[in-house]
């Protein structure tokens, strides 16, 4: 084993453990030995790499384009969500994603419908290069920082040792996956084929000299909750043996690590630094409780972390 993790870590039983488990599974005729192939990890995104409040950073790409599309067509400004895009109301945003993580997804609803509302008929190159247009000019709402900087530094540091060690890491989120794909190269070092998230349904276009793949306005699926070991699973054909989240969404693909005769690292980040970032629970009381009853390790923003942010990406 090479190098324990940077100097964003703060020294502690929570650096010991992630560090301890990595040693252990990396150890060559150690009882608990994983070999390469199977040192599969899966990361969460939205409040796990990146921050996600006070609201993702997808919700204010897309309340972008609803905004767009209610001053075109003022019959929508009084209609649940693009009346919130129209009138820049984050409160509502924002609470539809927690009020989803506490199992109410009535507004969540709301907001899923007009995502593919927004982006009917759209070509995949067209959004890929909306994306890195939005990061390349957007800034984070309160935190005085664009979001291409809005990146956890000590996590990309876990990364980074992770691959080390001989670790193959994949996002898996419930975020979009075409909206993810643009930056987690230049944001995490993660290619755009080990990026799992939700989807538009897609179609294909064929013309005289080239052809086409379009978003329809229709989820192809929710990679959330139980969804993400479905979809992990599919992707990958294999159980990760270290997962790591923060919200009761992420309760599942956490469970789904590791089994009981192999060795297995379950991580959650706790938001609790109102100075650096936000601290907050809501939406993650059931992720908390588990991580509690099953002594899985509790990643403390305030105590665990030297510094939060990685530099903006450029």
Known sequence: MGAGLGGSWSDGSTRSAIEDFVARVTSAGGPDFVEP???????????????????????????????????????????????????????????????????????????????????????????????????????????????????????????????????TIYIASGGDRDFMRPVAGGLYGIPPERVIGSALGLSYRAGADTSDLLYKAAMDFFDDGPEKPVRIWSRIGRRPILSVGNSNGDLPMLAFSGLPDRPSLRVLILHDDADREFDYVAGAEQALEHAREKNWTVVSMKNDWTSVFSPAVT
């Open 37 to 167: 192939a199977d040192r599969v990890a899966v990361f969460d995104n939205d409040g796990t790499l990146w921050c996600e409040k006070p609201m993702p950073i997808q919700l204010d790409f897309t309340i972008r384009r609803f905004a767009e599309m209610a001053a075109k067509d003022p019959g929508l400004q009084q209609t649940q969500p693009w009346k919130a895009a129209h009138e820049h109301d984050l409160q509502w945003l924002g609470a539809a994603m927690v009020k989803h993580y506490q199992g109410d997804d009535g507004d969540l609803k709301l907001l899923m419908g007009a995502v593919t509302e927004a982006f009917d008929s759209i070509t995949v190159e067209n959004y890929d290069a909306r994306v890195r247009a939005f990061f390349d000019d957007a800034d984070h709402p309160t935190l005085g920082r664009p979001y291409a900087g809005c990146g956890y530094a000590p996590m990309v540091e876990l990364l980074r040792y992770l691959e080390a060690n001989g670790f």
